[in-house]
């Protein structure tokens, strides 16, 4: 059974360098570098590069040269890009990025023709491709009411709906209806800004967890970098660790977890069997840099999961 995702698509220009810098500071010693991103596009190359389904991707980008490069990178996945629509006289998406030394990042997104994506290009969508779907997966760089419109659609037709709260917006979030939502999947940060209570330790994540589940959300993962996933189903509480690897760049981890969850989820595989395999995703893209270029395949996720 295939998958659907709906997102954003942006050029990152990435800049890597010792420290990150204070408001008001200049670091020198950096190194450029330019990739393809956008959370939503990064967990659609997660899902296509770990499934053996089809992954349909519903995104926009601009009529200009970062659009162009962009839709001809996605083609090269062998994504369903059919859905994908050229905005003419936007700007595509751009995201400018400080990662230091020790892989931690600064985000900053012009979102451009990504906030163009209307729910009309969600209703667009014909119902036998959501018919053939099993798992939705949307963050929050897309409107918020084409993100509804895919969410109501996906529930119609069956599908299990994932929503990244990423970049978190506890506003936005309870917008959408959380009772629309079957996993909710924020990282700490996330967490702690939607619940309004801190996230530090496994203790404060099941806390969290448990708070959004009352929301009306069934099923939370919480990611927690280096420190692995928190995982809420139903009653039932697990805390997974991660694999221990030498991170060097943290873009697009919590895409490549979204992703390669949505795979597992697809394939009929119980949530904390899915959360480890997405876990194991996350941990190999963290030793890669830039986003999309660190993104595993089924075969090396599969290889480290079996070390
Ligand atoms: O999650 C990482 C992504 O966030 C980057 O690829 C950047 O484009 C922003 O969307």
Redesign the pocket.
């Known amino acids: 059974m295939s998958i659907i995702v709906l997102g954003?698509i942006?050029t990152?220009l990435v800049i890597r360098s010792p420290a990150l810098p204070h408001p008001g500071e200049t670091i020198l010693g950096g190194e450029f570098y330019r990739?393809a991103?956008?959370?939503g596009?990064?967990q659609a190359v997660a899902a296509a590069r770990s499934s053996r389904e089809q992954v349909t991707f519903l995104a926009a980008v601009g009529d200009d040269t970062f659009g162009g490069e962009s839709l001809a990178g996605l083609k090269r996945e062998h994504l369903d890009t059919r859905f994908l629509k050229v905005i003419p006289g936007q700007p595509s998406?751009v995201?400018l990025?400080l990662v230091d030394a020790s892989g931690q990042n600064l985000?900053s997104?012009a979102s451009g023709a990504n906030l163009h994506l209307r729910p009309d290009d969600v209703h667009a969508v014909p119902t036998k491709v959501w018919q053939d779907a099993r798992v939705f997966v949307a963050c929050l760089?897309s409107p918020l009411e084409t993100v509804m419109a895919g969410l109501r659609r996906a529930k119609q037709n069956g599908l299990t709906t994932i929503i990244n709260p990423?970049p978190a917006d506890r506003e936005i979030l309870f917008a959408v209806g959380l009772r629309l939502i079957d996993l909710l999947t924020p990282n700490e940060t996330e967490a702690a800004l939607l619940t309004g209570r801190e996230v530090l330790t496994a203790d404060d994540a099941e806390a969290a967890a448990r708070q959004l589940q009352s929301a009306g959300c069934s099923r939370v993962i919480i990611t927690r970098g280096e420190q692995g996933c928190c995982v809420l189903d139903g009653d039932v509480f697990v805390n997974l660790p991660a694999k221990r690897v030498e991170a060097i760049d943290a873009?697009?981890a919590?895409?490549v977890f979204n992703g390669a969850l949505a795979t597992a989820l697809a394939e009929g595989r119980s949530l904390i069997e899915a959360a480890g395999w997405a876990s194991t995703a996350a941990a190999i893209s963290v030793t890669r840099r830039g986003?999309q270029p660190s993104i595993p395949t089924r075969d090396e996720i599969a290889q480290s999961a079996a070390t």
Do not use: Q
Request: cysteine-free; glycine content about 20%; overall charge negative.
């Open positions: 954003s942006n990152d990739a991103g956008g959370k596009a990064n998406g995201a990025i985000i997104v760089e990423a873009v697009a919590g895409d986003a």
